[in-house]
């Protein structure tokens, strides 16, 4: 029988030829070499993830990605000492974490002052040493993923936010990932948060890049939330709409342990945001949610899977999406209850709101449930704006853009209440209506 091989695209090729000449070059001690090695050989076999893959079934990842940009191996510039992140936290007090084309920035960072309790290392230097739980930590719960792997196999720096057991940090820490320069090129960050037991802390993390330039970003979030602690992370992608984004959340979650976790895409051609949320102790709690702002031909893909494993988990997902044009939009969410994870309640949402003809919506929320003593609960819903609303609004003297505005701001604003901190939710409202702004 004749061997059939798969044909390689150009963007496989020079991603493979690119990790063997940075091989030596990329940080880390022989256990991190160990770790690449292994997944860019399990790239090789798969290549990019396309439609016949069940989980890239609406996102053909090796269609869409025709070439792959130079990897990034230092700052293109000088960056500004602020970026668009920086509006967007303006006058609020924070600790801030840059990261400057695939580098951790100390100098643009401001680290000089850390509370008690908090610590801060560049992923490079942490690479450097032989901790097995460091190494462990980094990669725990990564599921069958070919753009994890290529993240593992080129990951070059980012940050490490340790947070001590009992210590609570009043300050949110902001991790902000900035794309420079008139030349397109690939960043490959990975960043580690670990809160010891009973900690408790407000991560923001923010990815952005000029306007114009096609440059690709492959990002991942490691977080260990331990016994008993609790963390609120907010999430944005404002990046150019000439740019790929992908970006992958681990969360490792220990007993009665909180997760609450809101993401705002309004950047990038294509973009795909993936979660993966694993339940090690008994009696935690997660709230996933986000909204996704879309116009022209962009495409954007929600993934998440929740896995429960323990007993008592409870899990609450929503997700809200505005789409114009001719933008696509993509949710695919899973929740499951393994064997043993009794008393688990999960439900699962998502909403799809169109405000064109040729707009399009694709969701596939699953159930995957091997527990008898469970509540579990998805739906998902896809329409237009309710023409009975548009019409009270338009009668009252309500141009029909500026009509349609409130009505997709308070779409939105339903996904924005599921974030506790009062501030932060008018920030991302602000976000939203900038974006409104520029469509009317």
């Given amino acids: 029988m ?28 022989a256990a991190v070499r160990g770790l690449r090695d292994g997944a860019i050989a399990r790239f090789r076999e798969s290549g990019l993830p396309h439609r ?56 643009l960072s401001n680290i000089a ?26 990669s725990a719960g990564a599921p069958d993923n070919a753009v994890l792997d290529l993240n593992t196999a080129f990951m070059s720096d980012g940050v490490v936010v340790s947070v001590e057991a009992g210590v609570e940090i009043g300050l949110p820490v902001a991790i902000e990932t900035r794309h420079t320069g008139a030349v397109p090129q690939a ?17 923001i993390d923010s990815y952005e890049g000029p306007e114009g330039v096609a440059h690709q970003t492959n990002a991942a979030l490691a977080v260990k939330v331990g016994d008993g602690a609790e963390l609120q992370r907010i999430s944005f992608q404002v990046q150019g709409l000439e740019a790929q984004h992908i970006s992958t959340v681990l969360a490792s979650l220990g007993k009665e342990a909180v997760l609450q976790s809101f993401a705002l895409e309004a950047g990038a051609a294509v973009a795909r945001n993936q979660l993966f949320v694993t339940y090690r102790g008994d009696d935690a709690k997660i709230v996933l949610s986000g909204a996704t702002l879309l116009a022209g031909k962009r495409h954007a893909d929600t ?9 008592g988990g409870e899990s609450r997902e929503l997700f809200h999406a505005v789409i114009d044009d001719e933008a696509r939009s993509v949710f695919q969410g899973k929740i499951v209850v393994r064997p043993g994870a009794q008393k688990t309640d999960g439900r699962m949402m998502s909403r799809s709101l169109l405000l064109s003809e040729t707009a399009e919506a694709n969701a596939k929320p699953e159930l995957e449930i091997f527990a008898d003593d469970v509540v579990c609960a998805h739906g998902a819903t896809c329409g237009a704006l309710d023409e009975d609303l548009l019409f009270y609004c338009k009668a009252r003297g309500i141009p029909q853009k500026e009509a349609e505005a409130i009505l997709v701001q308070a779409f939105v604003g339903e996904a924005i209440e599921t974030v506790e901190n009062e501030d932060l939710r008018d920030r991302l ?3 939203t209506l900038a974006w409104l702004d520029k469509r009317v």
């Fill in 187 to 203: 960043t490959f960050t990975r960043s580690l948060v670990v809160l010891g037991a009973g900690a408790k802390l407000t991560l």
């Fill in 2 to 29: 004749a061997n059939i091989v798969a044909v390689k695209t150009s963007a496989e090729t020079a991603l493979d030829e690119a990790f063997g000449g940075l091989r030596e070059a990329l940080p880390g001690a």
């Fill in 52 to 107: 016949r893959v069940e989980e890239w079934k609406y996102t053909d990842l090796r269609n869409l990605m025709r070439d792959a940009n130079p990897v990034a191996t230092s700052p293109q510039g000088t960056p500004a000492a602020a970026g668009r992140a920086e509006d967007f936290l303006a006058g609020l007090d924070h600790i801030r974490l840059v990261v400057v084309d695939g580098a951790y920035s100390p100098t």
């Fill in 113 to 138: 002052a850390l509370p008690a309790g908090l610590k801060v290392t560049s992923l490079a230097e942490a690479l450097a040493s032989t901790d097995d739980a460091l190494i462990a930590d980094l």
């Fill in 429 to 431: 409202n602000a976000l």
């Fill in 303 to 311: 993934t998440l899977v929740v896995d429960h494993t323990a007993l």
